[in-house]
């Protein structure tokens, strides 16, 4: 079974500051995909960054970046220049086909 | 683009009553999906949808818990009787068919159960 494990509950960061949320997952698959989504208190969620397992070459959206190490089945996500509105909960996911999986999330609060 | 489309965004009910949650997905997107979540549960996938089939229901936990996909722009998730443990967020999501597309969220119905 597939499951994704993010061991940090709660992480804080200073503003403009950077900060690495991290994420493992257990697959035996070769062919799937990672994201990184955000749910700030108004409870949407927000897809961040998506990350093809084909790929070597990590993703990067503006301030948001993953290290992706395959090997290793880990996928974390880098925020760069931390601003207040990145406060939020953050949840990392895998899919293949059909099958879509979070982890519970690590609740990011940014200090002014 | 108006994303996808949850109505309510709060329902406070009572115990014994029916609850039924709608959704809109987003025109073209193929596959729907419903979760819930809750503080001790996170994000729990109770059904989704490919071309208004349900093809996966095991996440559904009674059979209190009813979804239909009567045509492409619509879905419900329907519980009767409601309980005060059913109280949780409620996700709509739809997407693409295919590993690559990842969901789009609406903006969920937080129900509450007295």
């Known amino acids: 079974a597939q499951t994704v494990t993010q061991s940090q509950p709660e992480m804080s960061v200073q503003e403009a500051e950077t900060v690495t949320l991290s994420c493992t997952y257990d697959?035996?698959?070769?062919?799937?995909?990672l994201f990184w989504y955000k749910q700030p208190p108004s409870r949407q969620m927000i897809l961040v960054i998506r990350?093809?397992?084909?790929?070597?070459q990590n993703a990067t959206e503006n301030r948001f970046s993953v290290n992706f190490q395959k090997a290793a089945k880990s996928f974390s996500l880098k925020i760069s220049d931390s601003q207040l509105g990145d406060a939020a909960m953050y949840f990392c996911?895998?899919?293949?086909?059909?099958?879509?999986?979070f982890g519970t999330g690590t609740s990011l609060t940014v200090i002014p | 683009d108006a994303g996808v489309i949850q109505s309510p965004r709060h329902e406070v009910t009572e115990m014994g009553q029916e609850v039924t949650l709608r959704c809109k997905p987003i025109?073209?997107?193929?596959?729907l999906f419903w979760y819930r979540q809750t503080m001790m549960r996170g994000l729990e996938l109770l059904i989704y949808?490919?071309?208004?089939?349900?093809?996966?229901d095991s996440g559904m936990p009674e059979d209190r818990f009813s979804a239909k996909m009567p045509n492409a722009s619509f879905s419900t998730l329907k519980i009767q009787p409601s309980e005060p443990r059913d109280s949780a967020v409620y996700f709509c999501?739809?997407?693409?068919?295919?590993?690559?597309?990842?969901?789009?969220f609406g903006s969920g119905t937080r129900l509450t159960v007295v």
């Open positions: 949808f490919n071309n208004n089939v349900p093809i996966d």
């Open positions: 697959t035996s698959e070769s062919d799937y995909y």
């Open positions: 996911a895998y899919r293949r086909g059909n099958q879509f999986y």
């Open positions: 990350q093809e397992a084909y790929k070597q």
């Open positions: 025109s073209g997107h193929n596959s």
């Open positions: 999501a739809s997407s693409l068919r295919g590993q690559g597309k990842g969901y789009t």
